[in-house]
C-alpha cells in the first residue's frame, strides 16, 4: 500500500479533526501531496495540497483560514489540521501524491496515486 489515509470521524459542528496520509519512501519523495474530499452528491472537491519544490501550501477557497495542511518527511506523512468544521466539510477525504506543475496543483488528474478514503461527519 503506498498511501493510507486515518484520523476520520464523527465531529459536531465547531470541532477539530487531524487527518494523517502516511506514504511509502517512494511516494513521498513525489513533489506534492495533497487532500481531496468527495461529498455524497457530489463532485470531488480540492481540499489542500503541500509543494515539496517550494514547501508552498495551498487551499481550496471553502476551506482556508481553516485548515492546514502540514508534512513530516521524518514520517512520511502528511498531516490535514481540520478547525471549525462545520457540516458542509462532511465528505470521504483522501490524500494524493503526484509530480504536479504548479498550475495542476488543485486538480485530481494530476496525481498518479491515491489512498483510500476517510470518511468525516460533522452533526450540527
Not at 477539530?16 to 472537491?45: H, I, V, Y
Not at 503541500?50 to 498531516?79: C, H, L, P
Amino acid at each position: 500500500v503506498q498511501l493510507q489515509a486515518f484520523g476520520g470521524g464523527l465531529v459536531q459542528a465547531g470541532g477539530s479533526l487531524r487527518l494523517s496520509c502516511s506514504a511509502s519512501d517512494n511516494t513521498f519523495s513525489r513533489g506534492t501531496m495533497a487532500w481531496f474530499r468527495q461529498a455524497p452528491g457530489k463532485e470531488r472537491e480540492f481540499v489542500a495540497a503541500f509543494r515539496r519544490n517550494n514547501n508552498g501550501q495551498y487551499y481550496g477557497d471553502s476551506v482556508r483560514g481553516r485548515f492546514t495542511i502540514s508534512r513530516d518527511n521524518a514520517k512520511n506523512t502528511v498531516y490535514l489540521q481540520m478547525n471549525s468544521l462545520q457540516p458542509e466539510d462532511t465528505a470521504v477525504y483522501s490524500c494524493a501524491a503526484g509530480n504536479v506543475i504548479l498550475s495542476s496543483t488543485a486538480y485530481a488528474r494530476g496525481y498518479s496515486t491515491w489512498g483510500q478514503g476517510t470518511e468525516v461527519t460533522v452533526s450540527s
